[in-house]
């Protein structure tokens, strides 16, 4: 991940709000994921030709440009990490296509087969996760269907609309000043007394050891049997 990525998760982890008059930091499930995401996805988006990472607002639009440049017989849109999720299949001898059904209606492809432009229209923070450009073809030798990622992968990030992340009330800034002022001297106080404290406790310790403890001069000599004053 790069150090790109390293400071915008923070930014969009973090975010503040006031209708409520407070300050609030809100990581919903959305960016959870995200974070997920996104640590996970880079590496396995670097490793081939893909579009990046696409940043749209709910209920906006993305195209993905699925394209290759092999004789291919079939072409698969999946989604998710493990690229478990068939979103669009589309086959060159027929002209096919199958849709997944959270995609009806919003899913439309244009193009000529193996360079397919798919529009996802509608978007919603579920439609958040990164997508593959799969192609197939089927070997004669081995007789098995191999399938290979052309290029136009890409990340997909729902976001909120930016008109809804309002900014903090002032006056819950000043708030939130003031607690924490208050919070670093109420802190402030317990450190000193504690010093305090501890340095009465030292100069108590020192006065009652250097205090002489009185001799007697009265004493026997038990050599000489008599007592001397």
């Known amino acids: 991940m790069s150090a790109v990525w390293l400071k915008v998760i923070p930014i969009?982890?973090?975010?503040?709000?006031a209708p409520?008059?407070?300050?609030?930091?809100?990581?919903?499930a959305v960016w959870l994921r995200l974070?997920?995401?996104?640590?996970?996805?880079?590496?396995?988006?670097?490793?081939?030709?893909?579009?990046?990472?696409?940043?749209r607002d709910r209920g906006g639009a993305v195209t993905i440009q699925c394209s290759t440049s092999l004789k291919k017989d079939s072409?698969?849109?999946?989604?998710?990490?493990?690229?478990?999720?068939?979103?669009?299949?589309?086959d060159e001898s027929s002209g096919k296509q199958t849709i997944a059904k959270e995609f009806l209606g919003r899913l439309q492809s244009h193009g000529q087969?193996?360079?397919?432009?798919?529009?996802?229209?509608?978007?919603?923070?579920?439609?958040?996760?990164?997508?593959?450009?799969?192609?197939?073809?089927?070997?004669?030798?081995?007789?098995?269907?191999?399938?290979?990622?052309?290029?136009?992968?890409v990340l997909l990030v729902v976001r909120e609309p930016s008109d809804s992340m309002k900014q903090c009330d002032p006056a819950?800034?000043?708030l939130v000043l003031v607690s924490v002022v208050i919070s670093a001297a109420v802190l402030l106080g317990i450190i000193m007394g504690f010093f305090i404290w501890i340095i009465k406790t030292k100069g108590s310790s020192s006065t009652v050891k250097s205090r002489r403890v009185p001799s007697n001069d009265v004493y026997e000599d038990m050599r000489g049997g008599t007592l001397r004053r």
Do not use: Q
């Open 12 to 17: 969009l982890c973090l975010s503040c709000t």
């Open 20 to 28: 409520s008059g407070r300050v609030t930091v809100i990581m919903s």
């Open 35 to 55: 974070g997920t995401v996104l640590c996970l996805c880079c590496t396995a988006l670097g490793g081939a030709e893909t579009g990046g990472v696409l940043w």
């Open 75 to 90: 072409l698969y849109l999946k989604k998710g990490l493990k690229e478990k999720n068939d979103v669009l299949f589309e």
């Open 113 to 153: 087969f193996p360079n397919v432009s798919i529009l996802i229209k509608n978007l919603t923070s579920g439609d958040t996760d990164p997508y593959w450009c799969i192609y197939t073809k089927f070997d004669t030798k081995s007789a098995k269907m191999i399938s290979e990622k052309g290029t136009g992968s």
């Open 172 to 174: 819950s800034n000043e």
